[in-house]
């Protein structure tokens, strides 16, 4: 059974930085794709990054690109989204999802994904 944990969520002040884990178990292979979203309230959810395990091929949303970035450990199976620069906007619901297979792109699309975690909570206040 496929099992996302995320992790790394809270309260932090604008202009700070924080750094999500999403920590996967569970899948048969070493090849998948990674996906982090977010909602915020009263907005739908939306993809803010994505990676695959082969080639770690990346892909950043235009909307956060120059403050987000996504990286992997490989070795610890966890995908990492730092963000950086927060802003109160950034304030939202934030999970991450998975995909397994061999993959050399990776979509910001929430029904392209199979497998979920349960979210963590961001919140950007001074």
């Known amino acids: 059974e496929v099992q996302l944990v995320e992790s790394g969520g809270g309260l932090a002040q604008p202009g700070g930085s924080l750094r999500l884990s999403c920590t996967a178990s569970g899948f048969t292979s070493d090849n998948y794709a990674i996906g982090w979203f977010r909602q915020a309230p009263g907005k739908e959810r939306e993809g803010v990054a994505c990676?695959?395990?082969?080639?770690?091929?990346?892909s950043i949303a235009d909307a956060v690109k120059g403050r987000f970035t996504i990286s992997s450990d490989k070795a610890k199976n966890t995908v990492y989204l730092q963000i950086n620069n927060l802003a109160p906007e950034d304030t939202a619901k934030y999970s991450c999802?998975?995909?397994?297979?061999?993959?050399?792109?990776?979509?910001?699309?929430?029904?392209?994904?199979?497998?979920w975690g349960q979210g963590l909570q961001v919140a950007v206040s001074s």
């Open positions: 999802a998975a995909e397994d297979g061999l993959f050399y792109y990776c979509s910001s699309g929430s029904g392209w994904y199979k497998y």
């Open positions: 990676m695959t395990t082969y080639k770690d091929i990346t």
